[in-house]
């Protein structure tokens, strides 16, 4: 019985070993505490790459590098106490020929218990998803670039449930259709504000778009109305509709852009290009420097161009190359200087390149306001017509003499009275008059008959005849093979017949040539049957005509029945038509033919096959078939289908990135991380006129104005090397030589905090900039008109306040005191807007000299602790030298961080001003432990008229310059200022400024 036990045991084990060694699951087994390997599939050990010897080994010996990351313990863990521990999608870096790879694995460690219950082993499995994990990470994000996009972008957007009837917009896509940012919008109410015209088309729209034949797809552009029914923006709507199994639609989304501008300006263009586009004449337009910039459709016509972009270029580029040089230095010049040119030119058609004569007029556009040049325009009048019906009769008169077949002339009775020279030379014909004679003195004697019963009746017939005869050399006698056409000329005016005229073409060369072609195709012949690579020919209708021994070989198919269309017979019947199609296809189009397909050979196997197939002409450029071949690919074939797999969702992602930055309303850009520009989108294209490899390379610079170009390429360059966020403002050139502000910002792509790319906007802020520069002129004005009377006030206060006090009335004095107090906190507020509006306007003066920065810092603590009976200010000082600076400008930044930390520290008691020196800069900080700045605003502060947001705006007053302020004089004194903040726990600004090591 232990005998038949020990048996039974032993063959359970040997079905345990062999079930776990074809399992295609990664499998192991390990024993004992040191985790012996006893059983491991070919599975498991191809993903561990130690070899094959690893029975025998320890789990810990054998993958040493999962010790760190903590799978050894456990691995342990689970021997110990008996919980099955698993794992799911864990990060796995597996040491693989002497390289650390990473993988990531679903897998479990299942302990493995005997009859007592007691652990005696671990049964590790595990699924490789590396491909799944990293695919999830590129598809996340490629969603994030994405979202880049669309934040840089300032586009509206919107998400809809037809099903549940919910609605989800931003702020941007509630402004542009008509609703206001705290509306709460209902489903039924989403059409509330759309033009009346314009609601009925929008419904086909949406119906069109939830229609799944139609693919989802939703563009359409509408107008908006305002609570008065009046029109507030034109908007382009772009969007998608997704269906659930059942193919009802499940959501609805997209974004809107405002095209108001646009739309205006196009209808009042269009206007003016009816009339033009409807002239006769070509008309342009361009630059003074001659590029154009616009031609109307005769021109596009006569010219033969396809689109808009290829008009874009150059004037000199429009005319043949002979005379650029005249329109460089003549015409150009002329019209620039005396406003106008007129003469006979050459325009290039753009397809062909043929030579096309007109008659130009060029002239100048001035600007009517100020008479100044803003352009060229010239109307051009085509001459072919007119230079077409005088070459005519020249070409007819020429054509017979310099033809190459021969050509005569007879009367009636066929006798010849002309023969072109190239007749003359093809019979032998010496003499002058040599050719008078009769036309059956021209043929071969045992041709006449013919020439009597069937040419002449034939003529006379039908007034024509064509067909082979032979013709006889007056020298030598030699008959000569042509194919002649004879046929009756007649009178003009009457109608009757004057005569004959016969042409021939000698068929000796042809003749010659169909028999070396004969064989020469059976040498092709033999030489195609040796070649290893299948080789075949088609006709002009796509039928086969031959194929090599090697496809009969492949196929064990007879030669004739590959014939015609009897190739696809060979191919699988699942890849027939799709081959068959594509070959119809490509051969309708006369293009280069590749298709790939499997076959089942002879031997019963399945191949993979790629045929390919170049189109042919003839000398006449007339299509006479294909020439091609077909290779067995199946082992590439194979590998690259699990690529083009792999690569599929990344590909969809990138082409929609692609799709949605093309019709951005904003200059996007992305460049390397070398700082390269590598990728522009439409509008910035648009923007500069210019090729997009003339814009992302280096010469983009050029198209800055000098005066911003330095501190742009600066901060640019700061960005890329330090991966903080680009941001500046510079005034950038159009297409139109025209400069106008923008700014430019752009975040770093980063991955495991190493940037991949830059990802960049460049916006259109030249109408901010205006607004900006009135509004720095009013305060300018308003704040120096109020300084004079505020003074007065000023002094009539103090008069006043000194009188009551003479005569007893200590009330009314101290009301006055107050009153004051006010009007100096007023010339306090009116001082600042006189200091912004000198910044922005670049006139803050600066009266620099040596000074030591801490006796500085602590005048000014000193007179400050007499303003404040609530806080002390502590000293905490540290040696830092002389600077060279504006001491009063230094001591208003002190005096600005010091009572900024009194106000906004109400409830503490203390305020610490410290000062140090490091790396030759002199700093100081003012820390106070009130209410602190959020993370978020830290930021901010230092911009103009930036205030405590929320319900303490009114509890610490000001118009917010003072930080500001402080911020560009210590930029202007070549130093620099931050602030260190924790919310609910206080503040420490500081500044630095440079100290000069010679005077310190």
């Known amino acids: 019985m232990n005998n038949q036990a020990d048996l039974h045991q032993q063959l359970n084990e040997d079905i345990f070993r062999i079930l776990i060694r074809e399992s295609p699951t990664p499998v192991a087994l390990y024993m004992g505490e040191g985790m012996e390997i006893r059983i491991a599939n070919k599975a498991i050990i191809d993903i561990w790459g130690k070899g094959d010897n690893v029975v025998g080994r320890t789990y810990f010996n054998l993958l040493p590098e999962l010790e760190e990351q903590g799978f050894h313990a456990i691995l342990l863990n689970v021997y110990k106490s008996g919980i099955t521990y698993e794992g799911k999608e864990e990060k796995v870096d597996l040491l693989v020929n002497n390289k650390l790879e990473e993988f990531y694995f679903n897998f479990t460690f299942k302990p493995l218990r005997d009859d007592k219950g007691e652990v005696w082993g671990v049964l590790n499995t595990a699924a490789d998803v590396t491909e799944l994990v990293t695919t999830r990470q590129k598809l996340a994000e490629s969603e994030q670039r994405v979202q880049y996009a669309l934040q840089a972008a300032e586009l509206g957007t919107w998400d809809l449930n037809p099903k549940l009837q919910t609605v989800i917009w931003d702020d941007r896509c509630k402004e542009l259709c008509g609703f206001r940012k705290t509306d709460d919008i209902k489903y039924a109410d989403l059409l509330k504000f759309v033009h009346p015209e314009d609601a009925q088309r929008l419904r086909a729209a949406v119906l069109q778009a939830y229609d799944p034949a139609s693919g989802g797809n939703y563009d359409l552009i509408v107008r908006t109305i305002n609570d008065f029914g009046n029109l507030k923006y034109w908007i382009h709507l772009k969007g998608k509709a997704y269906f659930n199994d059942n193919h009802e639609p499940i959501r609805f989304a997209g974004t809107v852009q405002d095209i108001t501008r646009e739309i205006s300006d196009k209808q009042e263009q269009q206007k003016l290009l009816a009339l033009i586009d409807n002239t006769a004449d070509i008309v342009a337009v361009g630059n003074m420097d001659g590029f154009v910039t616009y031609i109307n459709k005769t021109g596009y016509a006569i010219l033969g161009v396809e689109n808009t972009k290829s008009v874009l270029k150059p004037g000199v580029d429009f005319f043949i190359h002979d005379e650029a040089n005249k329109v460089n230095n003549d015409i150009i010049p002329t019209v620039q200087q005396y406003g106008k040119w007129e003469g006979e030119m050459h325009y290039r058609h753009f397809k062909t390149g043929e030579s096309i004569p007109v008659y130009v007029s060029c002239f100048r556009i001035d600007d009517p306001l100020n008479n100044l040049p803003i352009g060229m325009a010239s109307v051009a009048r085509d001459l072919r017509p007119e230079k077409a019906a005088r070459n005519e009769q020249y070409k007819l008169l020429s054509l017979i003499n310099h033809s190459s077949d021969f050509v005569s002339l007879s009367d009636l009775d066929g006798n010849v009275t002309y023969v072109n020279t190239a007749g003359r030379k093809m019979l032998g014909i010496a003499g002058v008059k040599e050719h008078r004679r009769h036309n059956s003195e021209f043929i071969m004697p045992d041709e006449i008959a013919k020439l009597r019963d069937m040419v002449n009746i034939a003529l006379m017939k039908h007034g024509k005849w064509s067909g082979e005869i032979r013709y006889r050399h007056f020298q030598t006698g030699e008959a000569i093979p042509v194919y002649g056409t004879t046929m009756l000329v007649y009178d003009s005016v009457t109608g009757a017949p004057q005569g004959r005229a016969s042409i021939a073409r000698d068929l000796r060369r042809e003749i010659a040539d169909k028999k070396a072609l004969t064989d020469s195709e059976q040498l092709l012949k033999n030489i195609t049957n040796a070649s290893p690579t299948v080789l075949w020919m088609a006709d002009a209708q796509g039928n086969i005509t031959y194929v090599n021994q090697t496809w009969i070989d492949w196929t064990g198919i007879e030669y004739e029945k590959h014939m015609g269309s009897g190739w696809a017979n060979a191919i699988v019947e699942e890849d027939r038509p799709r081959a068959a199609e594509k070959f119809l296809s490509d051969l309708s189009a006369r293009r280069f033919y590749e298709v790939d397909f499997r076959i089942i050979n002879k031997d019963g196997e399945t191949r993979w096959c790629i045929a390919t197939g170049n189109p042919q002409y003839n000398e006449q450029g007339e299509f006479t078939g294909y020439i091609g071949a077909c290779t067995d690919v199946t082992d590439k074939t194979v590998a690259e289908r699990e690529i083009k797999l792999r690569n599929r969702e990344l590909s969809d992602q990138i082409s929609q990135f692609e799709f949605v930055t093309d019709f951005m309303p904003v200059q996007l850009w992305t460049a390397r991380t070398d700082g390269e520009l590598d990728y522009l989108n439409k509008r910035a294209v648009d923007y500069f006129g210019i090729a997009t490899n003339k814009i992302a390379g280096p010469d983009w610079l050029d198209g800055i104005h000098p005066d911003d170009r330095a501190g742009c390429i600066e901060a640019w360059n700061n960005a890329v090397n330090t991966g903080n966020i680009f941001q500046y403002e510079f005034r950038l050139k159009d297409k139109d030589e025209n400069y106008k502000w923008h700014l430019v910002r752009a975040l770093p792509f980063t991955i495991e905090d190493k940037i991949i790319k830059w990802f960049g906007t460049n916006t259109d802020i030249d109408e901010q900039k205006q607004l900006q520069r009135q509004k720095d002129d009013f305060l300018g004005i308003a704040s120096h008109e109020l300084k004079t009377p505020v003074t007065s006030i000023k002094a009539y206060a103090q008069v006043l306040g000194a009188m009551l006090t003479r005569e ?62 609530k806080h002390q200010l502590i000293q905490n000082f540290s040696q830092t030298g002389n600077i060279y600076s504006d001491k009063d400008r230094i001591s208003q930044v002190i005096t600005n961080l010091i009572t900024n930390a009194i106000k906004y520290s109400p409830h503490t008691d203390k305020i610490i001003v410290s000062t140090r020196r490091e790396n030759n800069e002199a700093i100081v900080c003012v820390q106070d432990f009130g209410i602190g700045i959020p993370e978020d605003k830290k930021d901010l502060v230092f911009e103009q008229f930036y205030r405590v947001s929320g319900n303490k705006q009114h509890t610490f007053p000001g118009l917010g310059l003072g930080l500001y302020i402080s911020s560009e004089i210590i930029k202007r004194e070549g130093g620099r200022m931050w602030v260190n903040s924790v919310e609910g726990k206080g503040s420490t600004f500081c500044f630095a400024l440079p100290v000069d090591e010679t005077n310190s």
């Open 808 to 869: 007893g009335e200590h009330k009314k004095a101290e009301m006055v005191l107050r009153m004051d107090a006010q009007v100096n906190r007023l010339t306090n507020l009116i001082g600042d807007l006189l200091d912004v509006t000198k910044i922005n306007s670049g006139r803050l003066q600066f009266n620099k000299s040596w000074f030591d920065f801490n006796e500085t810092v602590q005048e000014t603590i000193q007179d400050l602790q007499h303003t404040t009976q």
